[in-house]
């Protein structure tokens, strides 16, 4: 069984495909650190000196190498991975379990105040803009994000409990 989660940035991916694996007795990949590991660069490198065009493609294809094994695996993506290269069918084509962490924007913003330096996508953006910022992402991202075959909402919820209510939609 291989399981995608899916989502904005901290909507957890990371975090409840850690617990999730835990829990299922599977191996997790986080998309974002195999691309680093197989680039030998950081994200954020490799959109400073090559472009997002160049990671996009990059992006598509290892997501496509790591589903073409066709492993037991939980899959945790970036969150602009969805809505790309047709990303979304390709992962479709692999798999029935793909979760979207759907998160509020007012929660997102909670979650990542305290770590603008380590979010790319946000460092620059001043604590005032955040809201605006997040809601036109989320709004762009939206119709990619709902075409998961699941969706888990995040706000207020403990890893635990996330973990709990993926595990019931999968039986």
């Known amino acids: 069984m291989t399981i995608v989660l899916l989502g904005y940035m901290a909507s ?3 975090s409840v495909s850690k617990l999730l ?5 599977l191996p ?8 680093e590991e197989k680039e030998e660069t950081t994200i ?3 959109f400073e000196s090559k472009g997002e065009i160049y ?3 990059k992006e598509h294809h290892y997501l496509k190498e790591i589903l073409e094994k066709k492993e037991d695996i939980i899959v945790s993506l970036g969150g602009g991975t969805p809505c790309y ?3 979304m069918e390709l ?3 692999y798999t029935q379990h793909t979760i979207y962490l759907q998160t509020s924007i007012s929660e997102i913003i909670n979650r990542v105040k305290d ?3 380590t979010r790319p996508l946000i460092t620059e953006i001043a604590d005032e803009d955040l809201p605006e910022f997040i809601g036109k992402h989320l709004f762009e991202r939206n119709a990619f994000y709902q075409k998961a075959t699941h969706t888990i909402l995040t706000d207020k919820k403990s890893v635990d409990t996330l973990v709990e209510e993926i595990k019931a939609v999968l039986n």
């Open 85 to 87: 290269a047709g990303n």
């Open 21 to 25: 694996g835990k829990a299922l007795k």
């Open 12 to 14: 957890g991916k990371s």
């Open 91 to 93: 992962l479709h084509a």
């Open 115 to 117: 770590e603008k330096a």
């Open 55 to 57: 990671f996009r493609m």
């Open 44 to 46: 954020r490198e490799i």
């Open 28 to 35: 997790v990949v986080d998309l974002d650190h195999f691309i």
